[in-house]
């Protein structure tokens, strides 16, 4: 439904029917165990932190101002 309101850009894959996207490979890099697979590494942590946080800002930066 965000894709086809225009939320999401299909042409710059951040959606796609196949589940080939940005939106999906976020989350499926984020759970790659399942929820609650242990402890991760400082550095794979931070690196997730920041994506999830870059992301978030730009999902609600779009929200904002109707962009």
Do not use: C
Not at 7 to 36: C, P
Not at 39 to 65: I, K
């Amino acid at each position: 439904m965000l894709a086809e309101i225009g939320f999401l850009a299909i042409d710059r894959n951040e959606w796609t029917q196949d589940g080939k996207n940005y939106v999906n490979g976020l989350f499926k890099m984020l759970h790659t165990e399942g929820s609650h697979p242990g402890l991760s590494d400082e550095d794979h942590s931070t690196f997730r932190l920041h994506v999830v946080l870059v992301t978030a800002r730009t999902f609600l930066r779009r929200l904002t101002y109707g962009q």
